[in-house]
Structures are given as C-alpha cells and as structure tokens.
C-alpha cells in the first residue's frame, strides 16, 4: 500500500482507501483499498473499492460528501459520497504521451459500500502534462463551489466546480517557493480561524508532497501557511516549513467532512526504499492518525501535530514518574515492564543540555532519539536499529529543527512494532522513523553529557488495535 486516498467521514464512519495493489508486495496497476472504522485505531478491512479500467489504473484521489447533491448522482432521497481520482493510463506513459493522466469521478450510494464510475469520465482532462495528478477537493462554502487542488508537476494549480462534473482553472502556485527537489504529489487545502486581538482570522494551509526533495532525503511533505480568497492561494511568507522531518511520513492528507477536527494521516514510508524494506506478507503502513493545529514560536506560526486522542483509547496500563535523576546514563526499563513493543512515553526534562534516548532489547539492536543542544537539533539514529542492507541510505541519521524556544523538551513516543513516531515540543517537531529489528524493541535508556532531571515522565502500555 501507500498513499492516503479519498480520507471522509459519513454518518460515524471514518472512511480510508489507499493506493493499492492487491496481487503483491512491490507496485503494481494501482486499486483503491477500502478500510472502515468508527474510532480511529480499529479498522476493517473492506472489498476493493475501485478497479483499474481501460482509461488507465486508479491512482491517487480524494473523496467528499456531496450532501445538496451538485452532482446530481443522489437518487431517491440518498446522499452521494463522490470520489474523485486520477486515471493513469500505462499505455501512454509508455508511449511517451504527455497527457496519459486525466481526473475522474466514482460515486457511492451505499454509504462508501460500493462504487459506480461516471460514464463520461474522464471529467478533467489533460492540457498535456505530463504530472497531472491527485485531485483534493473540498467545498468552498463563501464562493458556493468545489475548489480541486492538482498536483500539476511541480506546482499546483486549482480548478473550481458547480457539480463536480464541469471544472474551470482558477490559477497556479509555487513557481519559485517552496522545496522543489522533485515532482509536487498530494497536496490538500484547508483552513484554520483563530482569535487574534479580538478578531477573527482565518489561515489557509496548502499541503504538498515532494518526493525527491524531503527534509532529510527522498520523500517529505511540506506545507504552506496563507490566505485564498476562492480563486488564489497566497503564501505568508517563503520559508520552508515540514509536516515531518523523519524519513517514513508521506502523501498525508486530512479527513473530509470531519467537522471542526483536522484529522492528517500519512503513509508510513519513503520511495527511497519502499519497495524493498524487508517485510513477506505486507508492505508499509500508515501513521497513527493525528490532530493537526496552529502554534506559534518565535514570532511565526506553524503547523503542528499530537496523536488523535483515539489512539490513547489503546492505553491499558499507565503509570507517571517525576523527577528522576540520570547521570550520564540511566535506565528506564524496570519502569516499564512490557514485552510488546507497544508504547506511548512522554517525558519533560530541561532543554539545556545534550540528551539521547535509546530505544534497545536484550539482542542489542537500538534506535536512538536525540536532542543535540549545541545544533539545536533533534535526530534519529537507526543504523543499529536491524535491517538496513536493503538500502544503502537506511541506516542513515535523520536531523529536525527544535522550533520551540521553551526551557524544558516535552517529548511524546509513540512505539510500534516496526515504526517510532515522536512529537515534540507540544507536536512543533514531528519525526517518524521506521526500523525492521528481529526483536521488539522493549527497553530504553537515557544518555546525557551530565547530570539530567527527568521532571515528568508517563510510560503507557498500548494494546493491539486487533
């Protein structure tokens, strides 16, 4: 699997479908995989959802509740869910054709059971680029009409909608802004509104994946903070800003029609090595799915994440230290007493010193999290972590800003069988890793320059989502 698809929420049930190939473990003609949950975490598994057809496989997309029924697919008083999807004709990509990408619509009258193609798809064509793909589109309440988002090549261009059917181009963005090592895939446009001086202001947030071009190398997904009046998007200022600096977050996009929740899920791994990461019955996964807002730091604002609060639905044991001593090292595991591999640890100590956590088991094998106070800079180091001969560049050390200007670190863990997801400073910092150990990974220490104050720390067992 790999990316997000169609992210929506309909009458309690969180939808997600995902790029797809059901025949093997590495890429092929791309489906729609369908999952459904009504909280988050636990998940079913659903019947494809989209087939690849003669115009071409089913390639990334997203998918809106058409409640006034614009599109007219409503029958007998039934509300359709649409899907709007990119059609990638294999054909002609290898025929060299510059227009074997177009986008097209499926609709749902079951609630998401089961889908039916538009007949006259494709309902967007091509002009003739050659990367013009993963529509996201979303209702623009003040101009009374879809807005779709394109990953046009290495920009993005927006196209608006009475009817999902009929699209005209409103303009382009990100000719000379941004990170542009790569192709632009999967962008996603919403908003926050927020009190500033007793007034109401609203942000507009453009999500854009760059694969190459990431934070740390290969895949990473950038975003941009601004204004969109209905027809341009308007970025506040050039700075390069990261959803997440760790290597294994991608494609992530949000929940449509989640109310006032901005709920983000990303795919769990990086195109430098997604293909060949050593796994037999699967391959690559999704984050756990995340509360995105604003904060602000230094004068600026960003965008930053925490774990929904679903997933702590998980906890079935928790237990709260406070201040603990560690000099130089000092081990942390007789306090956890877990042999999953599954857990959240969150644990606050000063910011003025040089600190690393290692994440280990009794075969030796370790993944390092690290604050270097004298960069300023997190990290993660998974060269001892297990497999790496798969990649030349996995075993690498990833590298994050420390955005906040607080005195103290706030670190939040998220340990998994095979990933580690960590949210700094209150979700400002995001870094997720995935590592392939032979053991699970059930025992940390603390390494610091000196004597280190550990003032809180929370160590919450997690249960399986199965």
Request: proline share 5%; hydrophobic share 35%; aromatic share 14%.
């Amino acid at each position: 699997m790999n990316d997000p698809n169609g992210l929506v929420r309909y009458d309690g049930v969180y939808h997600l479908f995902f790029q797809y190939y059901p025949d093997d473990i590495v890429w092929g003609p791309m489906h729609w995989g369908h999952a459904t949950s009504k909280d988050l975490v636990h998940w079913q598994q659903q019947p494809i959802a989209l087939y690849p057809d003669s115009l071409g496989y089913i390639f990334s997309g997203s998918a809106v509740v058409d409640s006034m029924n614009t599109s007219g697919f409503g029958q007998g008083g039934k509300t359709p869910l649409v899907a709007i999807f990119t059609h990638h004709d294999p054909a002609g990509e290898k025929r060299h054709a510059n227009d074997f990408q177009n986008q097209s619509l499926a609709y749902s009258l079951d609630k998401g059971a089961t889908w039916t193609k538009y007949a006259d798809n494709p309902v967007l064509k091509n002009p003739g680029i050659t990367d013009f793909r993963d529509p996201n589109v979303s209702w623009y309440a003040k101009g009374k009409k879809w807005i779709m988002t394109l990953a046009t090549k290495d920009r993005i261009s927006f196209y608006s909608s009475p009817d999902l059917k009929n699209w005209t181009k409103e303009s382009e963005f990100g000719v000379g802004v941004g990170s542009h090592g790569g192709v632009w895939e999967c962008p996603d446009l919403f908003s926050f509104t927020r009190k500033e001086a007793d007034k109401e202001k609203t942000y507009w947030i453009l999500l854009v994946s760059n694969n190459p071009g990431g934070p740390n190398g290969g895949s990473g997904t950038q975003y941009f903070i601004g204004d969109w009046d209905g027809h341009t998007f308007r970025p506040q200022d050039t700075t390069v800003r990261w959803v997440d600096y760790g290597p294994d977050d991608y494609a992530g996009v949000l929940w449509n029609n989640a109310g006032r929740r901005r709920i983000f899920l990303g795919w769990m791994s990086n195109w430098d090595y997604a293909q060949t990461v050593p796994t037999s019955t699967w391959r690559n996964a999704m984050t756990v799915p995340r509360n995105v807002f604003l904060m602000d730091a230094g004068g600026k604002i960003y965008l930053a994440s925490r774990p929904a609060q679903e997933v702590l639905s998980l906890i079935k044991r928790k237990e709260t230290f406070r201040h603990l001593i560690v000099d130089s090292s000092g081990d942390l595991s007789s306090r956890m007493k877990d042999d999953a591999g599954r857990y959240v640890l969150d644990i606050r100590g000063a910011a003025d010193q040089s600190v690393a956590f290692a994440f280990y088991n009794a075969a030796g094998e370790q993944l390092v999290f690290g604050y270097n106070n004298v960069k300023q800079e997190y990290y993660i180091d998974r060269s001892a972590a297990g497999r790496t001969d798969f990649h030349p560049g996995f075993g690498g050390i990833y590298t994050a800003p420390r955005i906040s200007q607080e005195k103290d670190l706030d670190l939040e863990f998220v340990m998994d069988r095979s990933s580690l997801e960590v949210f700094a400073d209150g979700g400002l910092t995001v870094m997720t890793g995935v590592f392939f150990s032979k053991q699970p990974l059930t025992r940390v220490k603390v390494n610091t320059t000196d004597r280190w104050i550990i003032k809180e720390m929370n160590y919450m067992a997690v249960g399986s989502i199965w």
